[in-house]
T-cell receptor, first 114, second 111 residues
Framework: DTAVSQTPKYLVTQMGNDKSIKCEQN?????MYWYKQDSKKFLKIMFS???????INETVPNRFSPKSPDKAHLNLHINSLELGDSAVYFC?????????????FGSGTRLTVV | GENVEQHPSTLSVQEGDSAVIKCTYS??????FPWYKQELGKRPQLIID?????GEKKDQRIAVTLNKTAKHFSLHITETQPEDSAVYFC??????????FGTGTRLKVLA
């Protein structure tokens, strides 16, 4: 059983399109995240949700809209895609209490905007 | 503010040698110090962590040491093997709901 699963794994799309990435975790964690990893491998937090509530929005353009229907799911919708959105997007989850155990990451979604 | 730096950014070692990666952070609220390993094309995975009430922790060939006064912690890999080649990230959490990842260290183990 995959602990944190993301779909799709690859996404190639044209500029201006709208796309979504889905994430689900079966670990019973209370917090989920979206991270963006650019070509230089920097991992930057985008959003953090705790029990379906948005906790952190790290100055991400409002073309990016996360949605958490329940604490096991966190989806990411991106409007009007731009070339600079090309990156690998990782979903992750953790149990926030004590912040012990770190993150469990999904396998990533490689987004290419052409 | 939150500032996490790793050094070196790249490291090449001969198989069997040791590798040390240092992580320096600025937020004194950090109390949990993990290291992640990301192999090419894969997800980052937690490999070792330490809490602030402990100075050192070892797990087979990897160890983490913490100097909370100086605000840095280090990853030590002994008897390196080609499969240790990867990008390594530290990620001390400055607050409850997020981790700030370090800038990453690309380790190459030469056979």
């Amino acid at each position: 059983d995959t602990a944190v699963s993301q779909t799709p794994k690859y996404l190639v799309t044209q500029m201006g399109n709208d796309k979504s990435i889905k994430c689900e975790q079966n670990l019973g964690h209370d917090t989920m995240y979206w991270y963006k990893q650019d070509s230089k491998k920097f991992l930057k937090i985008m959003f953090s949700y705790n029990n379906k509530e948005l906790i952190i929005n790290e100055t991400v353009p409002n073309r990016f809209s996360p949605k958490s229907p329940d604490k096991a799911h966190l989806n990411l919708h991106i409007n009007s895609l731009e070339l600079g959105d090309s990156a690998v997007y990782f979903c992750a989850s953790s149990q926030v209490k004590d912040m012990v155990g770190g993150y469990t990451f999904g396998s990533g979604t490689r987004l290419t905007v052409v | 503010g939150e500032n996490v730096e790793q050094h070196p950014s790249t490291l090449s070692v001969q198989e069997g040698d040791s590798a040390v990666i240092k992580c320096t952070y600025s937020d004194s609220a950090s109390n949990y110090f993990p290291w992640y390993k990301q192999e090419l094309g894969k997800r980052p995975q937690l490999i070792i962590d330490i809490r602030s009430n402990v100075g050192e922790k070892k797990d087979q060939r990897i160890a983490v040491t913490l100097n909370k006064t100086a605000k840095h912690f280090s990853l030590h890999i002994t008897e390196t093997q080609p499969e240790d080649s990867a990008v390594y990230f530290c990620a001390p959490p400055p607050g409850t709901y997020k981790y700030i990842f370090g800038t990453g260290t690309r380790l190459k183990v030469l056979a």
